[in-house]
């Protein structure tokens, strides 16, 4: 054995990593044939945000990893935070794992338990199954809030994780954040120099170097940026400030036009203004005052550095992979759980409009806006890279993650169970360049519903509001509302959305707002243990 000592950021909680570590020589390659897999998910990042997407932001490790692999222009998501993190961890759709809403509340209705159901067994668990080392560090958000004082058989521990670093929860400080675990132990001591992106890379690499290649490793690593609130080092706010003082007018053009270049949009189409996401009109740059413009400047430097942070620990963990010796037979996966978010206000709202170019709407919804994640499938050794630097325009969908990775595992799902059968489709051919077999996607969120069947998109933004019907082989940005024109159209697909919602747990539907929902439930369902 090797005895490298690596230099560890000293922020990170000390009982986690050591810093000197056991690491396997370059020289040594796994016995294993079933190949490494690292699942990189980031929070709240727009379909633009990536260098590799078409943005100014510097993303040189993940656009590495694109130019290397396959890039997924139409890869969907559900649109939220908890309900992505489910649909990805248990291959189907979110209400029919419990996770219909959100974590912060167990509704005791089937689809909305606040957490996974028990029933279905993990990615983790299922990789378990097949030999695999399983690790996670980073954002969990699929334990009811109500349990984060005492496991309660949902922790990512007890779901299949031989280690997890990181927060339960889904929100809140990246220098306090709340509760931390090391396992199933609460971290009670956080250092005043911590940065939980920092964090989630260090104890990352520390499973890495930790690990034994005589199993292969299944990583999770679940970034909390960029999500609200914005923080981060000043110095990496400064280095972003000059490039946004052109206005978002400028950078959003400039960003649509990279993608055309880049494959990403068709060439034929122009960028549109989301005047209606506005109330009937978007602010030009110019038309913001002094004060608005400093604002939007320093908000997106700083998301823009949270991202970069990102970024930079991506590329450390890739270093680690390699210095283990294990790179040419690992896969790596990168994508967001949803949209940008407007949760900032009217300057946040701008700062979306840009990060989800050329979509329309944000996180929450089911627009494009808030269902378009950038996807991206690379293999270490670069000979199995099939559409090395292209782009892969089949449709594809979050719950495709899990069926992939047992792909890649050369495992199935356990025949035992009642549920043994999964609606998402292994990914592997398609980023071979060969065809998937074509299917109807489904959405919906607190009320915001969709289906997409072949170029036909149903949608509506609330429960309360008539559908939308669009066109997305000509109007994949959804400017154009078909429904009068087609009424039969719309009749045909709200049929088969409420034949899905019937058999997936989706009804009732719930349309109270946020604070109302929490207390309405918590009050009518006292016990929040999730058990």
């Not at 489910?86 to 606040?114: F, K, N």
Request: hydrophobic share 30%; proline share 6%; with cysteine.
């Amino acid at each position: 054995m090797l005895k490298v000592n690596i230099q560890m950021r000293p922020n990170l909680y000390p009982i986690l990593i050591a810093s000197t570590l056991t690491v396997i020589p370059t020289i040594l390659k796994a016995k294993n044939k079933q190949p490494n897999i690292v699942l990189i998910l980031c929070d709240d990042m727009g379909f633009s945000d990536l260098g590799c997407y078409g943005s100014e932001i510097s993303t040189p490790n993940i656009d590495r990893l694109a130019q290397e692999g396959v890039r997924f222009s139409q890869f969907k998501n559900t649109g939220r935070s908890c309900p992505s993190r489910a649909a990805l961890l248990t291959g189907r759709y979110q209400h029919e794992a419990g996770m219909g809403w959100m974590a912060e509340v167990d509704e005791h209705r089937p689809g909305y338990r606040g957490q996974i159901d028990p029933e279905y067994p993990t990615i983790a668990e299922i990789m378990k199954t097949a030999g695999y080392s399983t690790y996670m560090s980073g954002k969990w958000h699929v334990t009811i809030t109500g349990a984060y004082d005492a496991p309660n058989g949902s922790y990512p521990k007890q779901r299949g994780f031989d280690r997890y670093y990181g927060c339960l929860h889904g929100g809140g400080s990246y220098y306090k954040p709340n509760p931390i675990y090391n396992d199933l132990e609460r971290v009670k001591n956080i250092p005043n120099d911590y940065y939980y992106t920092y964090a989630i890379t260090d104890s990352a690499i520390s499973f890495v170097n930790k690990h034994n290649t005589e199993k292969p490793m299944f990583l999770y690593v679940a970034h909390y940026a960029p999500h609200l609130p914005l923080q981060a080092p000043k110095e990496y706010i400064q280095k972003s400030i000059d490039k946004y003082k052109a206005g978002y007018d400028v950078l959003r053009k400039q960003r649509f036009e990279k993608q055309k270049e880049l494959g990403l949009v068709p060439e034929k189409m122009e960028l549109p203004i989301f005047n209606k996401e506005f109330g009937g009109k978007r602010p030009a740059w110019e038309e913001l005052s002094k004060e608005q413009q400093d604002k939007w400047i320093y908000d997106m430097a700083t998301y823009s550095a949270m991202i970069e942070i990102m970024d930079e620990g991506v590329g450390q963990l890739i270093s680690a992979i390699k210095k283990k010796g294990i790179y040419d037979n690992t896969v790596f996966i990168f994508l967001s759980d949803n949209g940008a978010t407007d949760e900032g206000g009217f300057i946040g709202q701008l700062m979306s409009d840009l990060s989800n170019t050329p979509y329309r709407s944000y996180k929450k919804w089911v627009f494009q806006g808030g269902t378009s994640t950038p996807f991206i499938l690379t293999f270490g050794d670069s000979k199995k890279n099939k559409m090395k630097g292209k782009i892969c325009k089949q449709p594809a969908h979050i719950i495709d993650i899990l069926p992939t990775c047992m792909a890649l595992g050369k495992t199935g799902y356990p025949k035992n169970l009642p549920h043994n059968s999964l609606e998402g489709k292994n990914l592997l051919p398609a980023s071979e360049g060969k065809s998937i077999e074509k299917r109807t996607l489904y959405f919906e969120h607190q009320g915001s519903c969709a289906v997409i069947d072949g170029s036909w998109k149903l949608v509506r933004a609330n429960r309360n509001v008539q559908w939308e019907l669009i066109n997305l082989e000509n109007d994949p940005f959804e400017t154009t509302d078909l429904a009068m024109k087609y009424p039969e159209k719309v009749e045909e697909l709200e049929n088969i959305w409420i034949k899905w919602a019937n058999t997936h747990k989706v009804f009732p539907l719930e349309d109270k707002p946020w604070t109302e929902r929490l207390n309405f439930y918590k009050m009518k369902n006292p016990d929040q243990s999730g058990k």
